[in-house]
């Protein structure tokens, strides 16, 4: 099955530095990777995704890039401000299964705990 | 803030008691998942279910059960099979199979001593 592997566990910058979160996933099938922020005891909120049919997609201060032949994408965060602080899942998903059936499973990577500090 | 529900917040339970944690979307998603959080570990897919009256194995299904008797619901049950079931638990819910965004209750922190 899918393993996906996420970098660093902490990150800790200064506000309008930044910050950048790796992840590796071993599916070659994967084919869409969504980014998750999780603020202190809040549900988990998508702020941004990619498929395997793009290099790069941007929206305001975030940025996400996948490099397919790697088997690896990353969330880029410019400007950081102090709400930006939570903690960052990337997560990756096949779409379709052994027998051919799509299917929306994600495996989730173990999480990036990010701290801007004023 | 999404229309999928969770309750309750907070959950204690006694050891060796089955514990039923409750999930509704009013989204009109056919696909329907449930998480573990543990501190440090990511989120773990317990069971999903694509269509009513079917549901899958997730990763660490063992311990728990579902049903799927309606579109909009999909509760968990912690049995006492479960050794270590404190945990954060989320749900989420998808537009269809695929590849689709998931949209995640508030969750449940069930504590059990």
């Known amino acids: 099955g899918e393993n996906v592997e996420q970098h660093p566990s902490t990150l800790s910058v200064q506000e309008g530095d930044s910050a950048v979160i790796k992840c590796t996933y071993s599916?070659?099938?994967?084919?869409?990777f969504p980014w998750y922020k999780q603020e202190l005891g809040k549900r988990p909120q998508l702020i941004i995704d990619?498929?395997?049919?793009?290099g790069e997609k941007k929206d305001q201060r975030i940025a996400v890039t996948l490099n397919k032949t790697a088997k690896h994408f990353s969330l880029h965060i410019t400007e950081t401000q102090p709400e930006d602080s939570a903690v960052y899942f990337c997560?990756?998903?096949?779409?379709?299964?052994?027998?051919?059936?799509?299917?929306?499973?994600?495996?989730f990577g173990q999480g990036t705990i990010l701290t801007v500090h004023p | 803030d999404g229309g999928i529900t969770q309750s309750p917040k907070y959950l204690f339970r006694k050891e060796g008691q089955n514990v039923t944690l409750s999930c509704e979307q009013n989204?009109?998603?056919?696909?329907m998942y449930w998480y573990r959080q543990d501190p440090g570990q990511g989120l773990r897919l317990i069971y999903y279910?694509?269509?009513?009256?079917?549901?899958q194995k997730g990763d660490i299904a063992e311990g728990y059960s579902v049903s799927r008797e309606k579109k909009e619901s999909f509760p968990l049950t912690v049995t006492s099979a479960q050794k270590n079931p404190t945990a954060f638990y989320l749900c989420?819910?998808?537009?269809?199979?695929?590849?689709?965004?998931?949209?995640f209750g508030p969750g449940t922190r069930l504590t059990v001593t």
């Open positions: 989420a819910s998808s537009m269809s199979r695929g590849a689709y965004e998931q949209y």
């Open positions: 599916d070659s099938a994967s084919n869409y």
């Open positions: 990619i498929r395997s049919n793009v």
């Open positions: 997560a990756a998903s096949s779409g379709v299964n052994a027998g051919g059936t799509s299917y929306g499973k994600l495996t």
């Open positions: 989204l009109n998603h056919d696909a």
């Open positions: 279910s694509q269509i009513v009256n079917d549901f």
